[in-house]
């Protein structure tokens, strides 16, 4: 590790990356292998947890997530832990009372996270107020962040808004989350100027490749004065994912934004990490190259392999052109949300149905009912009164924080999994996933998980290759 | 397309795009139907013939390159078409007399080709100075190409005597052709400054990809002063590949280096080649996302995929590393050459002699011999005393430049042809060839041409799937 690094590199291997490219579904005991390796390199942070990683956790390898991160947490001595935290959705997918939230982040800090991201779908800063506070109280990194999109309301102004309240709030850091590759070079110099002339925090840039931007992106920010970027291992990098790694390192080397780190170390890591990918190759989306689609519609990367895979299951994949149009149409009805989990769910739910029913909100799903009644916060804008009409007749949006109207949940959690929940931690797993999470539980104690199995390409191919027409 | 684009934009899809990413396959046929889209874009030039085209077309494609040229000059009236030539090489295997190299270069001009991309493996200017002056006799745009490599003696002073020693020849525009992906951004800086203050001819830079730096590359290019970039669809943009062309546009929209070419309308060219793509799947590399172990080996992508195909029929895929690793000493025997068509070859085959036989140079082909006899030019810097008396013995090289030995050709090539070739441009595509190009020129007259067959992806992972694991 470099004694005075002049940027800060987060690695997102261990989590957004394979989100990004094999659907989340990498196993722990395929990161332990590499991780000495990993912490020995001197990233700033190694984003590790959180985001979608608790929730295949638990649906799809049939593993504890908070087993996975005291593994990590002893396997990286020497590293920050990062993780992706949705405030106070924390990683399910509603609004929890404040008492879960501050139990979730207590025991994620407990249990290894050094670093907490934590982001809001609506940039509705009272939705990230309580996970912030709870950070800090348990002496970790808090970063408040900026949901990144492109709308008529979200210009830099709105942006430095959001980014004054997360510092008012003891943030240490601002991350600008641009998780659809929406941002381009020159809105990084605009916003990243603005912040910094705005914000006293340091800044923390996370980009998605999607759109071909991404590296270009992370140049600007830096000779803008950010100092924070978000890399990924050229095993799971570009694409729907982020900047490779190794290509930043080489990119900035010897310049005044020299990161310090060693491009060899970091390629052993990728060598290793090729070779795991390979085993997950089942997960590997159709869509997982440049796609600059998404400067129109806003689509998130991961976002179109959900949507590609619901209408594979629906035998409508020719559909996928006509629900991306549709997609910006519904997001704009609601107010022009960005799409990040669990709004680009909501939309991309409702502009399936749209398309497929053929008449728009001839079907509204419960999601946007309750967006509508403000159950997920504020709207950034006006939302489509006809379309809301439709969707709540003249029922009354709520206009607190939604969380206000909960009452303290733990206890009763605690009481309905106690024939299951062997921990605190148990407890939080039922709580983010009422139904999964029981159920993985209660497989934990018969001894009866069953890891969703992985298909062998070997095997495939051979038979494939004894069918192929003889001249091959 | 725009009035006033500040930027000058040439798209690769139909040449170095499918080099890339599907070894040269992709046919005429797939190429004509969305011609009338990409000649509307406004794209300074569309790269469309040359490098390892005309090969790929006699080898392979059992298609008439010549006439291939005459189909996308008809489908492109409004583009100027762009070829790669190697110099002396032309597009063969050799060095040849300066009358093939003038009926070649007129026969192009003559069929449709307006911008001529003119580089030589070793950087030696002799071997251009013939080819450019046929270009601009012609009244066609010849554009002098450095062939970028990195290495002790190749620095910024070098580059800039081969860029003036261009401009003297009377080149209209001076490329820098980064084919490994070794430049980077900062690199870029000092090459473009050097060559903007000291050559008085518009620059084109010409990234791939390969180690995730080219987009940043062409950013820092433009910053500096060049007006010409390199870019492909995103279809088959990215890794060996090139920055995506949406991409950069999109990067650049709205700034000092607007490209003014409409994203909306490359979309639909590579929704086309999307399609395209998928039928040549069986020409993919393994090795095609981003690699920065090129900067440690200077190997270009598609030399690597080459290496790999090698590799795989002797049944040695696993000694690759190995391959890697011994490049750049074979290199530093040879004067440190660029490694380029023929000069990667030539490499590449004498690396994987010395690591399969399992001592260097107890093997030597005959083309290294060849090399230390100063039959393709000269080194850039000395050689290994030791590795040329062990090739050569004490055999005297020639220092004049190689074509000046060679007798004038064309007579005689007509003669040899005459049974078999039709017109000048089957004397030319015979040169090229003299084996596969007779056997080819035969086939045509016999009518027994055929092409190598396409395997059909669905049939194939129809028979996989009737034998996939049941809980699949
Ligand atoms: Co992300
Ligand atoms: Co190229």
Redesign the interface.
Known sequence: MSQTPKVHVTELVLRDGHQCHIATRMRTEDMLPICSKLDAIGFWSLEAWGGATFDACVRYLKEDPWERLQKLRKALPNSRIQMLLRGQNLLGYRHYSDDVVQAFVQKSADNGVDVFRVFDALNDTRNLEVSIQAVKKAGKHAEGTISYTTSPVHDVAHFVGIAQELEAMGSDTIAIKDMAGLL???ATVDLVKALRANVNLPIHIHSHST???A??NL?RALENGAVMIDTCS?AF???ASH??T???I??L???EFDTGLD??AV?EV?AYFREVRKKYWQFESEFS?????V??NQVPGGMISNLSNQLKEQGALDRMDAVLAEIPLVRKDLGYIPLVTPTSQIVGTQAVLNVMTGQRYKSITNEVKNYFLGQYGKAPSAVNAEVKKLAIGDAEPITCRPADLLTPEMAKLTSESERFAQSEEDVLTFAMFPDIGKTFLQERIAGSLQPE?L??KA???A???????S??
């Open positions: 381009t070079p020159q759109s071909g931007l590296s270009m140049l050229a990098s570009e694409g900047p490779t190794e290509s930043m080489a990119a080397q010897g310049t491009i060899a390629q990728t190259g440049v796609d600059t689609r400067l129109l199995p298909l062998d095997a495939v191919n038979s494939a290759s004894r069918f192929a027409p001249e091959f």
